[in-house]
């Protein structure tokens, strides 16, 4: 069973930069695809970036392609995802989740079995 713990999250103003970090315990990430996903109040849970650990292939939702950067590491067993040029409307609980590795992207909560616990991210204007 895989465990996650998210964190990394702070108040930072538009424009700056944060690095979220997701680490993994119980086993390693090597079977798995890796996501962050946010929610705001009032808000769905919205799909951000994926990666597929075996591949390193990286995937992001439009709003985010060209600030946000998705990677591992893999003696840490460890997501991170690096977001600069960061805006007021980026401003979410950030929580990262795991499922088993596919080549498919999947966008949808329901499809990831394990969650951390949420990063507060918070961007002033």
């Known amino acids: 069973q895989v465990q996650l713990v998210d964190s990394g999250g702070g108040l930072v103003q538009a424009g700056g930069s944060l690095r979220l970090s997701c680490a993994a315990s119980?086993?390693?990430?090597?079977?798995?695809?890796v996501s962050w996903f946010r929610q705001a109040p009032g808000k769905e849970r919205e799909f951000v970036a994926r990666i597929r650990w075996s591949s390193n292939i990286p995937y992001y939702t439009n709003s985010v392609k060209g600030r946000f950067t998705i990677s591992r590491d893999s003696a840490k067993n460890t997501v991170y995802l690096q977001m600069n040029s960061l805006e007021p409307e980026d401003t979410s609980v950030y929580y990262c989740?795991?499922?088993?590795?596919?080549?498919?992207?999947?966008?949808?909560?329901?499809?990831?079995?394990?969650w951390g616990q949420g990063t507060q991210v918070t961007v002033s204007s």
């Open positions: 119980g086993r390693t990430f090597s079977t798995y695809a």
């Open positions: 989740a795991a499922r088993t590795d596919t080549a498919l992207v999947r966008t949808r909560p329901s499809e990831y079995d394990y």
